[in-house]
């Protein structure tokens, strides 16, 4: 019986560093769209459609869902840019939670009417951050949207709300 000692599998270390290629993500997980970038400067584009139906890209990633309630934008470092509209009344409950981590990131957020809850959470980083809200249509009677927006290091401007509320002319 012959023997290939040099065959036989010697487990090494390899350095997940060298192995990992980073790049942005987008994925769904039940009723959750996760949006994770990386390191570099990524951009995410986030479209609603007020009934909960999502299409998202990453710079080259592209993800879609229906039914999604919770959206989750994780940008890490560099210098993001993260583009979320509705182009809808909100109908669906939404709870749009961003993260976007160290750099000059800038966020422009753009809402239609909405019917529902609305709770939008930005945590900023560090860097000199931009984030722009738009409420200017109306927020219905019975709706609520629940702003949430703090920041590490660096300076934070232009942030804007402009809001009514109440029931509309019709
Ligand atoms: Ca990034």
């Not at 951009?43 to 993800?63: E, F, K, Q, S």
């Not at 000059?104 to 951050?129: C, E, K, Q, V």
């Amino acid at each position: 019986m012959r023997t290939h000692p040099s065959n036989r599998f010697i487990p090494r270390l390899e350095a997940l560093e060298n192995r990992w290629c980073p790049a942005c993500t987008v994925s769904v997980s039940g009723s959750t769209m996760w949006i994770i970038g990386d390191n570099g400067a990524n951009t995410a584009t986030v479209t609603h459609d007020g009934a909960g139906n999502v299409a998202a890209t990453c710079d080259t990633a592209t993800g879609s869902g229906s039914g999604i309630k919770r959206i989750i934008v994780l940008t890490r470092g560099g210098n993001d840019t993260v583009n979320f509209t509705a182009t809808g009344d909100l109908t669906a409950r939404l709870d749009l939670i961003l993260a976007l981590g160290s750099g000059n990131d800038t966020a422009n957020i753009d809402f239609a009417p909405i019917s529902n809850r609305l709770r939008m959470f930005a945590d900023l980083g560090s860097g000199n951050d931009l984030i722009d809200v738009n409420l200017d249509q109306e927020i219905r009677a019975g709706a609520r949207a629940d702003l949430g927006v703090w920041a590490a290091t660096g300076q934070t401007s232009g942030y804007s709300a402009p809001t009514k509320s109440g029931p509309g002319p019709n």
